[in-house]
């Protein structure tokens, strides 16, 4: 099978898994684990087939962004993937569990860009200047990989494990954020589950922000006014298991609350 047909034949796979919430085997077996290019055009196979159904991109999000996670899967970068606005939910929004096949649940921090982000390299200054507001975030994470037995190069393949995300409703301008020391909470039925702040995001999320900014430019998608961007997560995630709400709230942004429907 030629390289190109493999790509799609894996995207399709993955794809169908999403559809049918039937997870299948790791593809690290037919991508080799440093082949990160391949990886990547499995994901935008999928997300190029999306967007020829009418789905809309709304912004992107960085995944990997814990050190301890990299070095559990020997890599040094975080990856990426696409956010689409059929995968987005309002605070306290119904979100369909039996849609979903093995979820977890990360509280963030989602920028909003009012600016196009085009430079090849980009600093902290070119972020603040570009970013409207910040809100609190929980993402839905959710392999297509059984028992979530994933590397590198399947959770890439694989969209970056995204699935969902919910976003707060209080926007708030980074001059009057400590990004690096805001701690966050994430609970349910009011037993905390996970906690932590923003520096266990790449150090402050801000970093993990430029890294996407450069790596969009470097393949010709730069981010643009209007995207979002969940930074990654802010402590461990805690699997989904049942019906309920899960808050997170992180100092300065309010709170979120993820509501999962049986």
Same mark, same amino acid.
């Given at each position: ?17 999403? *559809?049918? +919430?039937?997870?299948?085997?790791? %593809? ?21 087939? #999306?967007?020829?159904?009418?789905? *809309?991109? %709304? ?20 990856? !990426? ?5 059929? =995968?987005?939910?309002?605070? /306290? ?5 039996? #849609?979903?096949?093995?979820?977890? %649940? ?8 009012? #600016? ?39 959770? +890439? ?14 926007? +708030?301008?980074? *001059? ?7 701690? =966050? ?10 906690? /932590? ?18 790596? =969009? ?11 979002? %961007?969940?930074?990654?997560?802010? /402590? ?9 709400? !899960? ?12 509501? !999962?429907?049986?």
């Amino acid at each position: 099978m030629s390289r190109s047909s493999l790509v799609h034949d894996i995207a399709r796979r993955l794809s169908l898994a999403e *559809r049918t +919430v039937q997870p299948v085997a790791p %593809v690290r077996g037919e991508i080799a684990p440093d082949d990160v290019g391949m990886a990547y055009a499995v994901q935008m196979a999928n997300v190029d087939a #999306r967007v020829s159904r009418g789905e *809309r991109i %709304v912004g992107r999000k960085i995944g990997l962004t814990s050190l301890a996670v990299q070095r559990q899967l020997g890599v040094d970068q975080p990856d !990426f993937g696409a956010l689409f606005a059929s =995968m987005a939910y309002g605070d /306290g929004d119904a979100i369909p569990l039996p #849609r979903l096949i093995q979820p977890k %649940v990360e509280a963030e921090v989602a920028l909003v860009l009012e #600016r196009d982000l085009v430079r090849e390299k980009h600093t902290y200054v070119d972020l603040l200047s570009a970013t409207a507001y910040a809100l609190a975030a929980i993402e839905v994470v959710d392999s297509r990989i059984v028992d979530w037995d994933i590397r590198f190069v399947d959770t +890439v393949a694989d969209n970056a494990s995204s699935a969902a995300f919910v976003l707060g409703s209080r926007p +708030v301008p980074l *001059r009057e954020l400590d990004l690096a020391r805001c701690a =966050m909470s994430l609970s349910r039925d009011g037993e905390v589950l996970s906690q /932590g702040n923003g520096a266990a995001c790449l150090g402050n999320p801000l970093n993990a922000a430029v890294w996407l900014a450069d790596r =969009m430019v470097a393949l010709g998608t730069p981010l643009r006014a209007g995207d979002v %961007v969940l930074t990654g997560a802010l /402590g461990p995630m805690v699997a989904v298991r049942e019906a309920g709400v !899960f808050v997170a709230s992180i100092d300065g942004l309010g709170s979120v609350r993820a509501a !999962f429907s049986g």
